[in-house]
C-alpha cells in the first residue's frame, strides 16, 4: 500500500533526508520518501502490518525531529 | 513571510542591537560575560534546548547540537562576540533558508493550484455544488465563467473561451463550443458550459497530474543521492576531526588547549553539511517546477538529470511532428479553376463522412449546396460518382480514373491524390495529407543547435511520406513503415549507437508507442493528444504537444545540472579550504560562519535560478 502524508513544521532539509533513512529501515517498509520540498511524506509498506508501521515510522520521525508532525 | 518567520526575524534584530551594545560597554570580568549572554539567550534558547532535546533522543551529530557546542566552547575559550555572531548569523541563514525555500515552494504551488474543489450538479432544476470525486461519467455538469474545469468531458451546450496556460503554458485561449473535448485543470473564461462527463475524477487530465507532479520527489536523482549520502559520512568525519584536534595536539605536542579548542570550534561551525542538502534537491525542484510551468511535466529529477545528456532524439511521426489531421495541400487543376476543382470534389463528396470528404468539405470552405448533386454513387475502394449540376463528377483514386477511361497524370507530391474527372474527362487532383507542426522544423533545428547528436524519424506510414517530412525538417535518419514491434527494435538499435554518458529520447504520443516510451532512456509523451497508456508510460509529458518544447526541456535540464554542479563545487571547495585553514591556525570563527551560513545562502540563492526559464 502507498500512501500519501503531509508534514508539519519539517524545517531542515538534513533531518528530512535522516528520516527518510530510519523510515526504510523499519522492517516492512519497501520504499519511503520524504521530500523537504514537498513537505510529504510517501510510504509504501506491507499491507497486512500498515498501522503497525505507520506506527514506527511515527516514532522514528518524532525522534529524530520532534517539532515535526504527520498529519494522518 | 510566515508568523513564525516573522518571529525570528524580530528575535535576529534583538539579539544584533543588543550585540552591538554590548560591544561598546567596557565592562570587565562576569559583567562582560552576562552582557553577552543576553544576546545569546534570545538568540540561541531554542537551539539550546532542542540540542538537549535531541540529545536525549539519541540524534548525536544534529545541527543544534554542533552548533551549541561551537558557541559556548567559545564562551569558554572567551570570545563572546563570535559566540554570538556565531548563533545570530547561524540563524539568520536558517530564517533565509526557510524564506527561500517557502517562495520556491510558493511557485510551484501554483501550479498545484489545478485542483478544482467543486462540481456544479443540476438537481431538480437547482445548482448544487458536490465534490468533484462524487460526479459519475455521464452525468452533466454546468461551469461557469471563472470557474475551473473539475473533471473532463465533452461540451454539450454553450461555447466559450477556455485558458490552459496551467497546464500547458499556452497564453492564448482556447475556443470550445458543442461537441468539443474539454480537460480538466482549465478555467473556463466566458461563457456558461454544460458538460457531460467522460472520465471519473480519479482518470481525470487533473487528478493524473497532480498525482505525478506529487510523485515526482520520490525519484531522485544520482546527484541528490550522492550528497544525502555525502551528509551522512561527512558531518561525522568533521566532528571526528574536531575531536582530534582538540586533544591530540595539547596532549602529545604541547600545544596549548585554548588554541587547539579554538581550532576545534572551528571545524563544528563548518560541520554542517546544509548548504549541499538544501541546494541540491532545492535546485531539482525549481527545474522542474520552471518546466511544469511551460508546460512541460517530469516525472523525477533523475529524468532530468538524464535529459541533460541526450545524444540521440527519436521522434514518431503523426501526432508527434505532424498534426495527425488531414488536410488540403494542394490543388492541381487541369483545364478548370482551383476553385471550381475543390467545388466538384466537395459536392461529390458531400454525402460521405469519410476523413477524405471532411478535408475536402473543409477546404471548400463553405456549406456545399446538397440540391445541386443527386445519384451519388460510392465505389468501396475507388471513390465516388455524382451528378453535380448536370455534369458526371467522378472523384476518386487511379483506379476510378482508369475505370473510366480518364487520362490522370501522376502527383509528385506525397499523400493521399483525389483525381477529379468531369463528363469522363480529367479535370485535375487534389493532395490530401497530414501537416506538419508550424514547430516542427524549428524544433529540429533548436535541438542540433544544443549539440543533439542524431534525430531520428520512425513512422509506420509509406515511404515516400516519411521521406519528404523528413527531408523537410532536416532529420538526420528516418524509418518508414514499420509496424509498432518494429520501432522497438529500431530504438534498440539506436540504443547500442549512443556513447559514454548519452541518453536517447523518444517522442510519440499514440497508443502503440508505450513499449517504445518505456524501452527508451527517457520517453517523451504529447499529453494534449496522446493517449493515457503513453502518458503513463512516459518519463516526460509534453502538455501542449510542441515538439519544440524538447529543445526548452533540454535547455532546462541543462541548466539545472549546470547549477547543481557549480553548487556542490562551491560549497565542498569553501568548506574544505576553511577546514583546511582552520587546522592550520590561519582561520578563526568569521570565516568559519562564512563557510557554513554564507555559503548556504549563496547556494540557496543559485539553486532559485533554476525556477526562472526564460523563453527562446
Redesign the interface.
Known amino acids: 500500500m502507498k500512501k500519501?502524508y503531509k508534514m508539519v513544521d519539517l524545517?531542515?532539509?538534513?533531518c528530512a533526508?535522516k528520516m527518510?533513512?530510519a523510515i526504510k529501515k523499519i522492517d516492512g517498509v519497501k520504499?519511503a520518501?520524504v521530500?523537504?520540498?514537498?513537505?510529504?511524506l510517501?510510504l509504501d509498506a506491507d499491507d497486512a502490518r500498515y498501522d503497525e508501521i505507520l506506527k514506527q515510522v511515527l516514532k522514528v520521525c518524532?525522534?529524530?525531529e520532534?517539532?515535526c508532525t504527520i498529519q494522518l | 513571510m510566515t508568523g513564525k518567520q516573522k518571529k525570528m526575524l524580530a528575535r535576529i534584530l534583538a539579539s544584533a542591537v543588543l550585540l552591538i551594545a554590548a560591544a561598546f560597554v567596557p565592562a570587565k570580568g562576569w559583567a562582560r560575560l552576562i552582557l553577552f549572554l543576553v544576546p545569546y539567550g534570545v538568540i540561541g534558547w531554542d537551539v539550546l534546548w532542542r540540542a538537549v532535546r535531541n540529545i536525549s533522543h539519541g540524534q548525536v551529530f544534529d545541527e543544534n547540537f554542533l552548533m551549541s557546542i561551537a558557541t559556548v566552547g567559545a564562551f569558554f575559550t572567551g570570545e563572546y562576540p563570535e559566540a554570538v555572531a556565531v548563533m545570530l548569523f547561524y540563524q539568520v541563514g536558517e530564517l533565509f533558508q526557510s524564506y527561500a525555500v517557502g517562495r520556491s515552494r510558493q511557485s510551484i504551488s501554483a501550479l498545484m493550484d489545478i485542483r478544482p474543489d467543486y462540481a456544479n450538479l443540476e438537481k431538480d432544476g437547482e445548482l448544487i455544488q458536490v465534490d468533484p470525486e462524487e460526479v459519475q461519467i455521464g452525468q452533466e455538469i454546468v461551469v461557469k465563467a471563472g470557474e475551473k474545469i473539475p473533471l473532463d468531458g465533452v461540451v454539450v451546450e454553450g461555447s466559450s473561451l477556455i485558458d490552459t496556460s496551467s497546464l500547458t503554458g499556452e497564453s492564448l485561449p482556447r475556443e470550445v463550443h458543442a461537441g468539443s473535448d474539454i480537460i480538466s485543470g482549465c478555467v473556463n473564461q466566458s461563457g456558461l458550459l454544460k458538460v457531460r462527463v467522460t472520465k471519473e475524477f480519479g482518470e481525470s487530465t487533473v487528478a493524473k497530474i497532480l498525482d505525478l507532479v506529487e510523485n515526482s520527489s520520490s525519484k531522485k536523482a544520482k546527484a541528490e543521492n550522492f550528497i544525502t549520502k555525502f551528509a551522512r559520512y561527512y558531518t561525522p568525519f568533521v566532528v571526528l576531526g574536531a575531536a582530534l584536534l582538540a586533544v591530540i595536539p595539547p596532549l602529545f605536542l604541547n600545544g596549548a588547549w585554548s588554541e587547539w579548542i579554538h581550532r576545534a570550534l572551528i571545524f563544528l561551525v563548518i560541520s554542517c553539511p546544509c548548504a549541499l542538502v538544501i541546494s541540491v534537491p532545492l535546485s531539482f525542484f525549481g527545474g522542474i517546477g520552471g518546466a511544469s510551468k511551460q508546460g512541460i511535466l517530469v516525472k523525477g529529477s533523475n529524468y532530468l538529470e538524464a535529459l541533460a545528456k541526450t545524444q540521440i532524439v527519436v521522434f514518431d511521426k503523426t501526432g508527434t511532428l505532424t498534426k495527425g489531421s488531414f488536410q488540403v495541400t494542394a490543388v492541381h487543376p487541369d483545364k478548370v479553376s482551383k476553385r471550381q476543382l475543390l467545388e466538384f470534389a466537395a459536392l461529390a463528396e458531400c454525402y460521405s463522412d469519410h476523413p477524405i470528404s471532411r478535408s475536402l468539405k473543409e477546404a471548400y470552405d463553405c456549406e456545399p449546396d446538397r440540391s445541386r448533386v443527386r445519384d451519388v454513387k460510392e465505389i468501396s475502394g475507388h471513390g465516388v460518382q455524382a451528378v453535380v449540376d448536370g455534369k458526371q463528377i467522378s472523384a476518386g483514386n487511379n483506379k476510378l480514373m482508369q475505370q473510366i477511361g480518364a487520362e490522370w497524370r501522376e502527383c509528385h507530391h506525397a499523400g493521399t491524390i483525389v483525381h477529379v474527372a468531369v463528363d469522363g474527362e480529367y479535370a485535375g487532383h487534389i493532395v490530401i495529407s497530414d501537416q506538419v507542426k508550424e514547430d516542427s522544423e524549428e524544433a529540429i533545428a533548436a535541438l542540433k543547435r544544443q549539440g543533439i547528436s542524431k534525430t531520428v524519424m520512425l513512422t509506420g506510414d509509406a515511404k515516400s511520406v516519411g521521406e519528404k517530412v523528413a527531408a523537410q525538417l532536416g532529420l538526420d535518419e528516418v524509418h518508414a513503415e514499420l509496424l509498432p514491434g518494429d520501432k522497438v527494435e529500431q530504438v534498440e538499435a539506436l540504443l547500442r549507437q549512443k556513447t559514454g554518458a548519452g541518453q536517447l529520447a523518444f517522442v510519440g504520443d499514440g497508443i502503440n508507442d508505450a513499449p517504445v516510451l518505456s524501452r527508451a532512456d527517457i520517453g517523451i509523451a504529447m499529453g494534449g493528444l496522446g493517449s493515457d497508456a503513453a502518458i503513463e508510460a512516459a518519463d516526460i509529458v509534453l502538455m501542449d504537444d510542441k515538439p519544440s518544447k524538447i529543445a526548452l526541456a533540454i535547455k532546462i535540464s541543462q541548466k539545472t545540472l549546470r547549477i547543481v554542479r557549480q553548487n556542490i563545487i562551491f560549497a565542498l571547495s569553501v568548506k574544505a579550504l576553511v577546514l583546511f585553514l582552520g587546522a592550520v591556525g590561519a582561520a578563526n570563527m568569521w570565516e568559519a560562519v562564512f563557510a557554513d551560513v554564507g555559503v548556504s545562502v549563496i547556494a540557496i540563492l543559485n539553486a532559485t535560478r533554476a525556477l526562472k526559464t526564460e523563453k527562446e
Open positions: 500519501h524545517d531542515c532539509a538534513n533526508a527518510e533513512d520504499d520518501t521530500s523537504f520540498m514537498t513537505q510529504k510517501i518524532k525522534k529524530v520532534p517539532d
